[in-house]
C-alpha cells in the first residue's frame, strides 16, 4: 500500500498482480512524506530485492511499542475504517490492479509451492507434471492457517480456510467503488503509462519482482478440470461481473 500526498493518489496493493513492482516504480515518484507499507522479496537462490516501510508506524498506546498502521494488501474498506477523517482523501486517485481469477489463481499455488517443488526438478517430464497437478489439487482444498486474516472480511476470525478462499477474499475487496483508477495485468505496461502520465509523473521501467517462481510454461488451463473452474468463479463474482474476465481454454 503507498500513499502519496504529494501526488494525491492511494495505491492498494493486490495479489499475485503485480503489485509490488508498481508500487515500486511510484514509490520512486514519491517524496518523503509517502506513507508505503513496504516489500521484502527473498527468492533463496536468487538476489534480495527489498524496499522498506515508511511513515507507517504507531506507537501502541500503554505499550511503547510500534506496530504497522496498515498492513500491505489493506482493502480500501478496511483503510477508510482506520482513518478519523475520510474527507482528507477525496481527491486523491484510489488506484489498484486486477487480474484474471484463473490466472491469478494459478500464480498463488506457484507462490506457496515455492519452497516445497524443488527447483532442480525436470519439470518436462510427465511423472513431474503428475506431481504438480496432485499439488495442485490439494492446494484447492486443504485448509491452511493464514496469518494475516486481519485484511479478510468474508473469512475473517477463521483458524484455518483453504488457499483460494484467502486470496479471493484479498481480491474481492479490491473491487470498491471508491477505486478511480484500475489497472489490468494483462495489460500493465500499457496501463501502468497511462497511470503516470494522469498522475503527472515520470515513467521508469517497470522492475520484475518474484519472477522464475512458476516452473512450468503451461497456460493456466492446463491446471483446470470442470469442477476447478466453477469454483474459482464462485468465488470471484464481483471481479468476473465488473471486468468480463471469462475462463479461456489453450
Known sequence: MLISPEHKFIFFKSMKTAGTSVEYGLLQQ???????????????????????????SIIVPNRSAKEDRF????????????????????????????????????????????SSLNKNLNFSSKSIQRIVKAAWKLFLVKPVEHSNTEILKNHFMKTKLISPEYISDVSEQMVSSCITNYLRFENLKRDYSSLC???????????RFKSGIRKLDKHYSWYYDDEDIELVASLYPKTIEKFNYKFEKR
Not at 513496504?38 to 527489498?50: C, L
Not at 478519523?84 to 489498484?96: A, G, L, P
Not at 502520465?197 to 522492475?207: A, S
Open 30 to 56: 514519491c517524496g518523503p512524506n509517502a506513507l508505503c507499507t513496504g516489500a521484502s522479496i527473498d527468492m533463496g537462490t536468487g538476489p534480495k530485492y527489498s524496499y522498506k516501510p515508511t511513515n507507517n
Open 71 to 114: 498492513h500491505s494488501h489493506t482493502s480500501p474498506e478496511l483503510f477508510y475504517s482506520r482513518i478519523k477523517n475520510k474527507h482528507i482523501y477525496d481527491n486523491y486517485k484510489k488506484i489498484t490492479i486486477v487480474r484474471n481469477p484463473w490466472d491469478q489463481m494459478v500464480s498463488y499455488f506457484w507462490f506457496n509451492q515455492k
Open 197 to 207: 502520465y494522469i498522475l503527472d509523473i515520470p515513467e521508469e521501467p517497470l522492475k
